[in-house]
């Protein structure tokens, strides 16, 4: 209750006070602090025990050191800034309020600290930085960004300053220590977890760690929707990210690992710079500093699930390749149904709320803000039960099915030639698409279903009709081409008898359906809402 009283104090002299007078009212409180602490360190010298009459029973009240140059007090304000540089002070209260986890942990003696107690902790020491520090950091960044700029210069400093470590791990059924554990000084029986991850961000160099089970205040909905919707950026923005693997004893049984069937793991993978695994016991895996620069062990990962090299290594977020990064999603499973969704959002970087208790129809959510910035023809590429929501979309990631890795490279078309409808849309009549409309029944084309890796020929379909979606286009005469002998990707489409201002409606298959054409077809496109 202290810190947060703390907090809020720092955060309304912020914002209705100058920085002469915070500082002297800081300096104040500060020290009236300090003597209060003192008189109760002379009269419980091994820290407070509440009685049971509050009804806290036995909780230990851990005191800040006595010792001022001890970093896990805070800083008092004091003459030491006033010659610090304006613009870097400022860049710093920007970065902590802004970039920055809402709780970390002080890794020294593993309490939580908030922004503002960072800010108190580290302003001494950024105060410090000096135009020297910030020539020289320009001059090393100019030699791999020509355009880096006295700002990024700063920044990159404070960053260095503040540098901090993140926790991926799989959570255990009972016993994880929570945010009001920490903030309690509880110790559970995971807390020996927690407590091996500081010491080995402490080798690392970080003063500062982050861990998703005890760093987020899940009693506020606000701070909990803030940690999901940031969580990428927070572990992209690590120093470090160690991963503890607990089931795992070497490179061999790596890929055997539950770590890789969980849902928010993914991007706890793709997002990090740095990584370093440690396998049973918190044995390293590797003698790297950086397992993402270890080629074996990103060819273990990579076959264990999926996902290239490339992106294993230096992922871009984004709603490009929506279809691919789907399929590395579809074989996870997450606690809570909605997860599926939020362990997502940064991995296309689409901005959605969060709401527990919706269900599935976050899982549409999603995809409405996917189609928002798509206009790849791929994202149609799933089969199976559709949203309740929308049948364009499907019930969750496990629908996305393989493609034909040569027919589905757009990558090399020239700018003139493109594939399917670059302007699919949302509206109120459902997801509006152009689409290359072929009648099965006419028997002009030749009707595949993708079971596993096999095609197989089919004429289940022939009462329906196939909106190809995948159509060639040349010009932009709004007609559609499909080339002889090529796969092409069609959804299955029937009049809407309850609808006919929709015109089709999207029958749902258990597997993808694609058609082949012995001669090349040209044809105007058509609209249809789904």
Known sequence: MGNFFEDLVHQVMDVTMEDNDQMALKAKFHKLKREVLDDV?????????????LGIKGLRVNLPPKNPN?????????????????????????????????????VPDKRLVGRNEVKQMFRKEVALITEEDIHSRLVDLRESCPTAERVDAIRDIVKDTLKFAVLSHRWLDTGEPTFSDIFKSFKPHGYEKLVKFCEKANEF?????WSDTCCINKDSSTELEEAIRSMFKWYRDAYVCIAYLADSTSVDDLHEDVWFTRGWTLQE????????????????LTSNLNDKENLEVMAVLSRATRISLDDLRHFQPGTR????????????????IEDVAYSLIGIFDVSMMVAYGEGKRAFYRLMEAIILKCDQWQIFAWAGPSSSDSPAFPESPRGYRPLNPVDSNDALLPSTVWRGDRNIVMTKRGLQIQVFLVDLSQQE????????????????????????????????????????????LCVLLRPDPRNPYAGWRKVTTPNLVTIRTKSKL?????????
């Open 41 to 53: 360190r002379d009269i419980f010298p091994q820290g407070q025990i509440t009685p049971p009459t």
């Open 205 to 209: 160099g970080c003063r500062l760690a």
């Open 445 to 488: 084309v030749t009707v595949y279903e993708k079971i596993d890796t096999d095609d197989v020929e089919t004429d289940a379909y022939s009462n329906y009709s196939a909106g190809v979606v995948d159509y060639w286009c040349y010009d932009a005469s709004g007609d559609g081409i499909l080339q002889p002998e090529q796969e092409h």
């Open 70 to 106: 001890d970093r896990s007090g805070p800083d008092l304000p004091d003459s030491s800034t006033k010659s610090a540089i304006p613009e870097v002070m400022r860049i710093f209260s920007t970065y902590v309020q802004n970039e920055l986890p809402t709780y970390l942990i002080y």
């Open 321 to 336: 390749n929506v279809h691919e990064k789907m399929m590395w999603a579809s074989t996870r499973t997450t606690t809570r």
């Open 522 to 530: 040209r044809r105007t496109l058509t609209s249809v809402w789904l």
């Open 269 to 284: 993978l793709l997002a990090p710079w740095r990584m370093k695994f440690y396998v049973r016991n918190w044995e390293p």
